[in-house]
């Protein structure tokens, strides 16, 4: 049996439908055999009926010399054609929902390349998949879907898992430069989305893909500014609209992948409104290609309190910049007192500080002047008047800051903070 690449493979895939008014109907398979995909492939916009997929794997150590690996997979209504590639044992077998799949039971087919070792469900028309070794099937699931649901996608890895993903280690160029662009508030949804004061109304003749176009944007920024690193402040996620978070979060960690630009990432108030919360979304973010995002430490309030660190140029194991992050968490807890959005906790004031002091020493020892930036996502109290503050843009709407001031602002200044910039 194979030694290069320890792990599973697939040997079988199913669907599973179910009927909501029969309490005897079961979308459930047997456990011992099948592994159940948790996602309702009608997203729980099925009038009468819910549908899972189910994966059979095995270990490889564990597969019998008779049994077979799945190698090959296709969505569609009609068996598909054969070619050249296709010459190997086996012959298309159907499974409901439109699924064509393929096995073979030679020895050395589990230890190629090409065996399908995984198997996932992302939805709408749009889904891509930035994981490496893995691609998004171009036909969606044949359901009977109504009006405005979203297709589900099969999307497969072939060959190995990957192990632990490298991250990227932001470094000053060697002009000296070093490039940072913000994208605020992406509000990416489960499919195409829905367009709200999309401007100008004549954009492509008047036809709004509102997903579709938020990334052409940020790729026509990329283009232009060429960043060194992306920094999301938060709501890259439109939780209302995104009935399978984990879509949307491939959606923009794909286009950076793509690009090869590292990004650091932190949730706003509607990032965690659909069916993630934002613990399962953060783990979703640190597994990705060039995504420098982490959850931070436990015993800290809220979910993606840290740093980032962007060395200087050369091979100086030096700091020359350090990207503090936090988490400014959504709604006020205490509406009766503070209407409105929620504040920067204690507990991260107080990392902040025991951190920003920890860092001080080193970075003392850089030859070049070091500096500290900030990210949030909800603004400070500070941000309604900003007489006597230095801003850069336009200051076209009131900024919509929490009703209590946790003193984060006095910390920055205490820190040496020279920027912060927020969302929402």
């Given at each position: 049996m ?40 009608y ?31 296709r ?23 439109g ?44 359901l ?34 070093f ?13 195409l ?19 579709s ?16 690193l ?6 890259q ?23 090869k ?22 783990a ?67 990392w902040?500080h ?39 843009g ?22 040496g ?8």
């Amino acid at each position: 049996m194979p030694a290069h690449y320890p792990g599973f493979v697939v040997t079988d895939i199913t669907v599973a439908t179910c009927s909501k008014l029969n309490p005897f109907s079961s979308c459930k398979l047997n456990e011992d055999k099948w592994h159940r995909i948790e996602k309702d492939l009608y997203l729980g916009e099925g009038f009468l009926s819910q549908a899972y997929l189910h994966v059979e794997r095995k270990k490889e150590e564990e597969l019998l010399p008779s049994e077979k690996v799945i190698f090959d997979l296709r969505v569609g209504r009609l068996n598909p054609v054969n070619d050249k590639d296709d010459l190997v044992d086996g012959k298309w077998e159907s499974r409901a929902a439109g699924i064509w799949i393929k096995k073979s039971s030679k020895r050395h087919m589990s230890d190629s390349h090409e065996v399908i070792t995984g198997v996932d469900v992302l939805f709408g028309a749009d889904a891509v998949d930035p994981r490496s070794n893995w691609q998004v099937q171009d036909i969606g699931l044949l359901l009977n879907l109504g009006a405005g649901a979203q297709e589900a996608r099969l999307t497969i890895r072939r060959g190995p898992a990957l192990g632990k993903i490298e991250k990227p280690v932001p470094r000053i160029g060697k002009d000296g430069k070093f490039k940072i662009m913000q994208a605020a508030d992406l509000h990416l949804a489960t499919g195409l989305g829905k367009c709200r004061d999309a401007i100008p109304d004549s954009y492509h003749g008047g036809k709004c893909d509102p997903d579709s176009r938020t990334l052409e944007f940020v790729e026509k920024m990329i283009a232009e500014e060429q960043p060194d690193l992306v920094v999301l402040s938060g709501d890259q996620v439109n939780g209302d609209t995104a009935p399978d978070a984990q879509t949307a979060i491939y959606k923009y960690s794909e286009v950076f992948a793509r690009h090869k630009i590292p990004y650091a990432g932190i949730f706003g108030n509607h990032d965690d409104e659909g069916n993630l919360n934002r613990e399962e979304s953060m783990a979703i973010m640190q597994g990705l290609p060039f995504s420098l995002s982490e959850a931070g430490p436990p015993d800290v309030a809220g979910v993606g309190n840290y740093i980032v660190e962007v060395l200087g140029r050369g091979s100086t194991s030096h700091s020359a910049l350090t990207l503090y992050l936090l988490d400014t968490h959504s709604y006020s807890p205490d509406e009766q007192h503070f209407k409105g959005y929620n504040w920067i906790k204690p507990s991260q004031v107080s990392w902040f500080h025991s951190t920003a002091q920890g860092l001080k020493k080193k970075h003392k020892e850089y030859t070049h002047i070091h500096m500290d930036l900030a990210f949030i996502h909800i603004p400070l109290p500070e941000y309604r008047n900003p007489d006597g503050y230095q801003w850069v843009g336009n200051w076209t709407e009131p900024p919509t800051a929490p009703n209590y001031n946790s003193g984060f602002k006095e910390a920055l200044v205490e820190e040496g903070i020279v920027v912060v910039s927020c969302g929402q």
